[in-house]
């Protein structure tokens, strides 16, 4: 399967191109997901499959590994025997035995890692100037993970759907949409080169777009995808650029390929300057900040919102907007060595990271709208899988995004049924008291933030802690702690978000909520399953000791060798309990009521400034609208008037002219001298020929009589003379 | 050879016929040249078809015969009806078909 990876993706977009062609005809424009579920529910098969197939493959290589390992020790063994020193040969052993054990220790000690090549599959999508741009998979533990991700969400929220937009006029639009930005994530996942990164990359931004605006009735929503769009665009710069940089990179070492895994290997064998792959770095982190809305390019993913939260949950919370950290991940290599990651101190990456961090978790402190709460503490949670990347925290990172797709997809489809229970709001001023009225959304709720609040044993406990343990021991003392600070506002806000909730009265207008059907708690209850399990695939405390994503995950070729340190009770003792304490502080704030809420946070002024300016968001979107948008629509659009006047139609008019000319001289020249010349001449040769004639034409049956004697007379004489 | 005083015979036969066809006035008389001419023709076959040993030149000629009759049939019928309406069967008035 895994050297047939492509058909997964190619399945989706079968889907999409089905429910395109025949999705309006099935019951009434109202069942095209009887097409889009099998099919994904497929793919999330094939996909497992293929993470099954890949820890087969991983566990051959270490039991291969083991046994030359074995009979390099039984040689040496031999060897040791034969010469003066006995115990030397018992030394070998010994190390020989812990690299067969433990791969990961033996790459430290820097001999024996255990390599185990991805699995790339290519065919030659064209050819130009003697080159072949390939297209391909790459199948490894990374895009396994993610495969598995990505059907995994997917098909629960084409489940949740079915009842969500049902009897929407335009369901038919969202499945297909649907399926199309699956089938481009998978392809995403999947990519090989960077040209085809690319090209994933692009197409998963166009369905973001078209699902950000699937209500585009509302002005406002198409505002807000537009504002994704763009935004995403000036990333997208970035991307080209670094894209093109690196492959200059790669063209410098006399190489020529666009090949991730040949890149990878050339930056670890050192062949790329240094600079470039800083430039690269750099460029690819502004992609990035667009994509997995870092900051300062993170304000398109608040306003994502506006699109129905199903798409929410997949698209700006679980899948999508982790490709940048995707990339990151793939690219990582570039990165390491590009920011010199492993000198630790700080980069670019670690920054932007803590910085996304604290900023998106504070701002999540001021917003009444659910899905916005949510949408902001996703900027936060990605701001930590960057932190973890920029730290050297690999693995962590990838942990951390596997758990937060679970968690954050439960939020997001809890917070669906709530909006749907609820009267079709997202404002928590207009909710309340929901605990008893929707008893399985809450408890799904509570647990999915729990694990988002990182309350050991669920999963983002193991995640998050693991993500500042790493970056602590690489280096980065103090982004660890600030990792630690903004654990306390996650924790802090997640309690905001389930009192206002779920606690107190009812105050919404739009009659008695009740609770969703199974279709919609089923999936609710499925992911917050994997809230509380997902962690143990990496608990690293000594008595679970499961190390799956170091082992399985982390690429075994042309990687760098990162620090993978002991859990530590401490650490983790000093995170929980700041989460506990965040909890409990944030309960007593709120439970104290909003009237003396308000009390203090407008009459002490630097609470009020604060407040002020993260209910303006930084001020960041008035800069962009005022300063960006506004700087540079009005000259553009004049730049473009006075373009528009003075070149275009200027070539048009000219062209215009010039046809209008060379029309005439082909009408006086051409039309009248050549053509209509020759049809009279041939009017007036054969009317004057006839004239001639008309004159034998005597009506006299001698005359024609004579003529044709003297004409066999004449041939006969000629006959006779010549033969 | 007996076969040139045959040939010669024809050939003055046919000339004979041509003068007639084209320089007689009287339809009729135009009508009795062109037997001269396939008469001419005839003796021809008859000539050959007896230098050869056989007798397809002789059928030949009975066919013309019997042809000829035919044309005189229709012919005299004709110039019978040019007479009825124009009272007058001089060939060169003939000229209904002038171009």
Redesign the interface.
């Given at each position: 399967m895994m050297e047939n990876a492509f058909v997964i993706p190619l399945l989706m977009a079968v889907s999409f191109t089905l429910i395109l062609f025949f999705g309006k005809r099935i019951k009434g424009g109202q069942g095209a997901h009887l097409i889009g579920i099998p099919f994904i529910a497929a793919v999330w098969v094939l996909s497992v499959v293929v993470g099954v197939s890949w820890i087969d493959r991983v566990n051959d290589a270490e039991a291969a590994a083991e046994e030359q390992s074995e009979l390099e020790s039984e040689v040496e063994e031999s060897l040791g025997l034969d010469g003066a020193a006995g115990g030397d040969g018992a030394v070998v052993l010994t190390s020989a035995t812990v690299s067969a054990e433990a791969p990961v220790l033996a790459a430290e000690e820097g001999e024996e890692k255990l390599k185990v090549e991805p699995v790339i599959e290519t065919v030659s999508w064209w050819s130009n100037g003697g080159f072949d741009f390939n297209i391909g998979t790459h199948v490894d533990g990374l895009s396994a993970i993610l495969l598995f991700v990505v059907a995994s969400i997917s098909l629960l929220v084409h489940l949740f759907s079915t009842e969500y937009v049902k009897g929407d006029r335009r369901y038919t639009h969202y499945y297909a949409f649907l399926s199309l930005f699956t089938a481009a994530m998978l392809f995403f996942v999947l990519t090989e080169n960077i040209i085809q990164l690319i090209v994933g990359w692009e197409l998963v931004g166009l369905c973001s777009f078209a699902l950000i605006g699937h209500w585009w009735e509302e002005g406002k929503n198409t505002n807000a995808a537009l504002k994704a769009f763009l935004t995403n665009r000036v990333g997208d710069i970035g991307l080209l650029v670094g894209m093109i940089t690196l492959y200059w990179a790669v063209r410098e070492a006399g190489e020529n390929t666009f090949s991730i895994q040949r890149i990878n290997e050339l930056v670890m064998a050192g062949e790329l300057r240094h600079f470039l792959l800083l430039v690269t770095a750099c460029c690819l982190m502004a992609a990035v900040a667009s994509k997995s809305g870092q900051f300062p390019l993170h304000t398109w993913l608040p306003d994502a919102m506006a699109g129905p939260t199903p798409v929410s949950a997949l698209i700006h919370a679980a899948t999508m907007v982790v490709a940048g950290v995707y990339m990151i991940a793939r690219l990582y290599p570039v990165f390491f060595e590009g920011f010199s990651i492993a000198d630790g101190g700080a980069n670019l990456m670690a920054i932007v990271g803590i910085v996304t961090v604290l900023g998106g978790g504070l701002l999540a402190f001021v917003q009444w709208d659910i899905k916005k709460v949510l949408a902001y503490s996703t900027v936060s949670q990605l701001g930590y899988m960057v932190l973890g990347l920029g730290t050297g925290a690999w693995a962590p990172a990838i942990f951390h995004l596997f758990t937060h797709a679970f968690f954050k997809a439960g939020l997001f489809l809890g917070a669906g049924s709530v909006s749907h229970g609820a009267g079709h709001t997202f404002d928590m001023r207009e909710m309340g008291g929901l605990r008893k009225k929707m008893p399985i959304t809450f408890a799904t709720f509570v647990t999915c933030s729990l694990a988002l609040a990182a309350v050991p044993p669920l999963a983002g406990f193991w995640s998050k802690d693991e993500i500042l343990l790493t970056a602590d021991k690489s280096g980065f003392g103090v982004f660890a702690w600030l990792g630690v600070a903004g654990g306390f506002l996650t924790a802090a806000y997640m309690t905001r978000v389930v009192y206002y909730t779920f606690f107190g009265e009812f105050r919404g207008t739009h009659g008695e909520p009740h609770e969703s059907p199974p279709i919609m708690t089923v999936p609710l209850i499925i992911l917050s399953v994997f809230a509380v399990l997902a962690g143990f695939v990496q608990a690293t405390v000594s008595w679970i000791g499961t190390e799956y994503l170091i082992e399985y995950v982390e690429p075994k070729s042309a990687f760098p060798v990162l620090v993978h340190p002991e859990f530590s009770y401490s650490k983790a003792a000093i995170a929980t309990a700041v989460a506990a304490a965040a909890i409990g502080l944030a309960a007593a704030w709120y439970w104290a009521g909003v009237g003396a809420r308000a009390k203090v946070t407008d009459n002490v002024p630097p609470l009020k400034w604060g407040k002020t300016l993260l209910e303006q968001k930084y001020y960041l979107d008035h800069l962009y609208e005022d300063g960006v948008v506004a700087g540079t629509k009005g000259p553009l659009a004049r730049a473009s008037y006075w373009f528009n006047q003075n070149v275009i139609d200027r070539i048009v008019d000219l062209a215009g002219i010039s046809a209008r000319k060379s029309g005439e001289v082909v009408y006086d020249y051409v039309d009248q001298a050549v053509i209509d010349g020759a049809v009279n001449g041939a009017g007036w040769t054969a009317e004057g020929s006839g004239e001639a004639?008309?004159?034998?034409?005597?009506?006299?049956?001698?005359q024609y009589?004579?003529l044709l004697?003297g004409a066999a007379a004449v041939l006969a004489i000629l006959f006779v003379i010549l033969v | 050879m007996l076969i040139n005083q045959f040939l010669i015979l024809g050939a003055v036969l046919f000339a004979l016929g041509?003068y007639g066809?084209?320089?007689r006035r009287n339809a009729v008389t135009?009508l009795m040249s062109i037997e001269l001419v396939l008469n001419a023709v005839n003796i021809n076959f008859v000539a050959f078809g007896m230098m050869n040993g056989d007798v397809v030149g002789q059928v030949f000629a009975l066919f013309v015969i019997a042809v000829a009759a035919a044309e005189v049939g229709v012919g005299l019928a004709l110039i019978l009806l040019i007479y009825r309406t124009r009272t007058d069967i001089d060939?060169?008035e003939?000229?209904?078909?002038?171009?």
């Amino acid at each position: 399967m895994m050297e047939n990876a492509f058909v997964i993706p190619l399945l989706m977009a079968v889907s999409f191109t089905l429910i395109l062609f025949f999705g309006k005809r099935i019951k009434g424009g109202q069942g095209a997901h009887l097409i889009g579920i099998p099919f994904i529910a497929a793919v999330w098969v094939l996909s497992v499959v293929v993470g099954v197939s890949w820890i087969d493959r991983v566990n051959d290589a270490e039991a291969a590994a083991e046994e030359q390992s074995e009979l390099e020790s039984e040689v040496e063994e031999s060897l040791g025997l034969d010469g003066a020193a006995g115990g030397d040969g018992a030394v070998v052993l010994t190390s020989a035995t812990v690299s067969a054990e433990a791969p990961v220790l033996a790459a430290e000690e820097g001999e024996e890692k255990l390599k185990v090549e991805p699995v790339i599959e290519t065919v030659s999508w064209w050819s130009n100037g003697g080159f072949d741009f390939n297209i391909g998979t790459h199948v490894d533990g990374l895009s396994a993970i993610l495969l598995f991700v990505v059907a995994s969400i997917s098909l629960l929220v084409h489940l949740f759907s079915t009842e969500y937009v049902k009897g929407d006029r335009r369901y038919t639009h969202y499945y297909a949409f649907l399926s199309l930005f699956t089938a481009a994530m998978l392809f995403f996942v999947l990519t090989e080169n960077i040209i085809q990164l690319i090209v994933g990359w692009e197409l998963v931004g166009l369905c973001s777009f078209a699902l950000i605006g699937h209500w585009w009735e509302e002005g406002k929503n198409t505002n807000a995808a537009l504002k994704a769009f763009l935004t995403n665009r000036v990333g997208d710069i970035g991307l080209l650029v670094g894209m093109i940089t690196l492959y200059w990179a790669v063209r410098e070492a006399g190489e020529n390929t666009f090949s991730i895994q040949r890149i990878n290997e050339l930056v670890m064998a050192g062949e790329l300057r240094h600079f470039l792959l800083l430039v690269t770095a750099c460029c690819l982190m502004a992609a990035v900040a667009s994509k997995s809305g870092q900051f300062p390019l993170h304000t398109w993913l608040p306003d994502a919102m506006a699109g129905p939260t199903p798409v929410s949950a997949l698209i700006h919370a679980a899948t999508m907007v982790v490709a940048g950290v995707y990339m990151i991940a793939r690219l990582y290599p570039v990165f390491f060595e590009g920011f010199s990651i492993a000198d630790g101190g700080a980069n670019l990456m670690a920054i932007v990271g803590i910085v996304t961090v604290l900023g998106g978790g504070l701002l999540a402190f001021v917003q009444w709208d659910i899905k916005k709460v949510l949408a902001y503490s996703t900027v936060s949670q990605l701001g930590y899988m960057v932190l973890g990347l920029g730290t050297g925290a690999w693995a962590p990172a990838i942990f951390h995004l596997f758990t937060h797709a679970f968690f954050k997809a439960g939020l997001f489809l809890g917070a669906g049924s709530v909006s749907h229970g609820a009267g079709h709001t997202f404002d928590m001023r207009e909710m309340g008291g929901l605990r008893k009225k929707m008893p399985i959304t809450f408890a799904t709720f509570v647990t999915c933030s729990l694990a988002l609040a990182a309350v050991p044993p669920l999963a983002g406990f193991w995640s998050k802690d693991e993500i500042l343990l790493t970056a602590d021991k690489s280096g980065f003392g103090v982004f660890a702690w600030l990792g630690v600070a903004g654990g306390f506002l996650t924790a802090a806000y997640m309690t905001r978000v389930v009192y206002y909730t779920f606690f107190g009265e009812f105050r919404g207008t739009h009659g008695e909520p009740h609770e969703s059907p199974p279709i919609m708690t089923v999936p609710l209850i499925i992911l917050s399953v994997f809230a509380v399990l997902a962690g143990f695939v990496q608990a690293t405390v000594s008595w679970i000791g499961t190390e799956y994503l170091i082992e399985y995950v982390e690429p075994k070729s042309a990687f760098p060798v990162l620090v993978h340190p002991e859990f530590s009770y401490s650490k983790a003792a000093i995170a929980t309990a700041v989460a506990a304490a965040a909890i409990g502080l944030a309960a007593a704030w709120y439970w104290a009521g909003v009237g003396a809420r308000a009390k203090v946070t407008d009459n002490v002024p630097p609470l009020k400034w604060g407040k002020t300016l993260l209910e303006q968001k930084y001020y960041l979107d008035h800069l962009y609208e005022d300063g960006v948008v506004a700087g540079t629509k009005g000259p553009l659009a004049r730049a473009s008037y006075w373009f528009n006047q003075n070149v275009i139609d200027r070539i048009v008019d000219l062209a215009g002219i010039s046809a209008r000319k060379s029309g005439e001289v082909v009408y006086d020249y051409v039309d009248q001298a050549v053509i209509d010349g020759a049809v009279n001449g041939a009017g007036w040769t054969a009317e004057g020929s006839g004239e001639a004639l008309r004159t034998v034409q005597s009506g006299k049956v001698q005359q024609y009589g004579s003529l044709l004697f003297g004409a066999a007379a004449v041939l006969a004489i000629l006959f006779v003379i010549l033969v | 050879m007996l076969i040139n005083q045959f040939l010669i015979l024809g050939a003055v036969l046919f000339a004979l016929g041509v003068y007639g066809v084209l320089a007689r006035r009287n339809a009729v008389t135009v009508l009795m040249s062109i037997e001269l001419v396939l008469n001419a023709v005839n003796i021809n076959f008859v000539a050959f078809g007896m230098m050869n040993g056989d007798v397809v030149g002789q059928v030949f000629a009975l066919f013309v015969i019997a042809v000829a009759a035919a044309e005189v049939g229709v012919g005299l019928a004709l110039i019978l009806l040019i007479y009825r309406t124009r009272t007058d069967i001089d060939v060169d008035e003939l000229d209904l078909l002038r171009g």
